[in-house]
């Protein structure tokens, strides 16, 4: 099977611009969790989603979104980009919402 | 809330030697328990994963793993060390109340030849 896959893996933008990052989850996964790692703060929890739907939201701005799509495939997408969020972004799936999460390579975001 | 402690952010061992990395957990129901690694520019790979079943856990690469509720732990160990066992591990906590993975700050290993 397929793992995790993130596209595209290395992005840069310019502070103020807006990203979208796209993950497809493990085939027959369902719940798609996104996360954010970075030096200073390690890995956070951004949301997670579920039949479409968000389920749970990390300590994040409005800034950060995202959505599912019926073939559990998700998108993350942050507005007015700000130098803070360079980071690499990391999808996670799992088979359903109790089950263990496993990662994508993730997203390498550099913010200028 | 559900959190994680890992205790040394570095861990540097000979080729051959065992390799303990701890973690300490604290979560107000019972826990699922998580250990993975992370190779440089990579993703996280899941090592290993304690759901309340057995004590003590195996998993990839000879690691395993014993939940100790009575010390709120969750050490990591491998009997004997290899180069390509360099990267940075991580524990994680999440629970039936919260699916999230609440990470902790991470191990770094080294491993000397």
Known sequence: ?112 | AQSVTQLGSHVSVSEGALVLLRCNYSSSVPPYLFWYVQYPNQGLQLLLKYTSAATLVKGINGFEAEFKKSETSFHLTKPSAHMSDAAEYFCAVSSINDYKLSFGAGTTVTVRA
């Open chain 1, 1 to 112: 099977k397929a793992g995790v896959t993130q596209t595209p893996r290395y992005l840069i933008k310019t502070r103020g611009q807006q990203v979208t990052l796209s993950c497809s989850p493990i085939s027959g996964h369902r719940s798609v969790s996104w996360y954010q790692q970075t030096p200073g703060q390690g890995l956070q929890f951004l949301f997670e989603y579920f039949s479409e739907t968000q389920r749970n939201k990390g300590n994040f701005p409005g800034r950060f979104s995202g959505r599912q799509f019926s073939n559990s495939r998700s998108e993350m997408n942050v507005s007015t980009l700000e130098l803070g969020d360079s980071a690499l972004y990391l999808c996670a799936s799992s088979l359903d919402r109790a089950n263990e999460q496993y990662f994508g390579p993730g997203t390498r975001l550099t913010v200028t």
